[in-house]
């Protein structure tokens, strides 16, 4: 397997301002709530250091020198890790600042979600497969039960505890294809721009069950607060 594992970049995207978890966000950006006394992008971090990675570029925006600060002071003798900081702007701006130090295949992954996946085995079958591009995605169980009912006459007719809901949910963690950096810079968006590489048939999905956290709101956060594991 590691013969076919050339090295690659990863962009972790950290830039957002999370205002759906305010107040905790209000002076810190959400990637640098702590989780288990450490903050959580620091998790993502050494997960992916364990790779032959040749560089992570955080791209950073809201409250940057936050960011500086907790590079400093958990990596700050690794030279793989760089900061750009892009501003108040859309992710497709961030991966645009950061397209111009793209070597390699590469991973954009968001700062907000950790998957308890063998980074190295998805690396191996994108590859092996010379996808153009992968994203990880997961089935996802609702927390709350649903209720089936006529429209008709209003009468309910079943109760569904906790149901899968049929489509996949999307948990970042793509690859591409080096060549595909050239074509971030005509897109004025990052979902513009995935949906053009999945309309032109070069997209493909990994569906895993390996658990996973990420968190959108005050609720969530004290969850993963109780549950996270790496």
């Not at 990863?10 to 959400?30: A, D, E, S």
């Not at 903050?39 to 250091?49: A, H, R």
């Not at 949910?169 to 897109?187: A, E, M, Q, R």
Request: hydrophobic share 35%.
């Amino acid at each position: 397997m590691n013969k076919i594992n050339k090295k690659i970049d990863v962009i972790l995207l950290c830039g957002g301002k999370g205002q759906r978890l305010r107040p905790h966000t209000k002076n810190i950006p959400k990637p640098l709530l702590l989780v288990n006394k450490k903050p959580f992008l620091y998790y993502m971090i050494k997960k992916f250091l364990k790779l032959n990675v040749n560089q992570i570029i955080l791209a950073a925006g809201y409250k940057s020198n936050k960011v500086s600060l907790f590079v400093k002071k958990y990596f700050n003798n690794n030279k793989k890790i760089k900061i750009i900081d892009s501003g108040n702007v859309d992710i497709i701006k961030r991966i645009k600042d950061c397209s111009i130090y793209i070597n390699n295949d590469f991973f954009i992954c968001y700062g907000d979600t950790y998957v308890n996946l063998n980074l190295k085995k998805y690396i191996y079958d994108f590859k092996k497969n010379n996808y153009m591009a992968c994203v990880l995605a997961t089935y996802y169980r609702l927390k709350y039960g649903t209720i089936t009912f006529s429209n008709r006459t209003k009468l309910v007719k079943n109760f569904n505890e906790k149901p899968i809901i049929p489509e996949p949910i999307n948990l970042g963690y793509f690859l591409l294809k080096k060549d595909l950096i050239k074509i971030v810079s005509t897109h004025s968006s990052w979902l513009s721009f995935v949906k053009n590489i999945a309309k032109s048939k070069k997209l493909k999905i990994k569906i895993t069950d390996r658990k996973y956290f990420s968190f959108d709101s005050p609720r969530e956060y004290h969850e993963v607060k109780t549950k996270f594991i790496n």
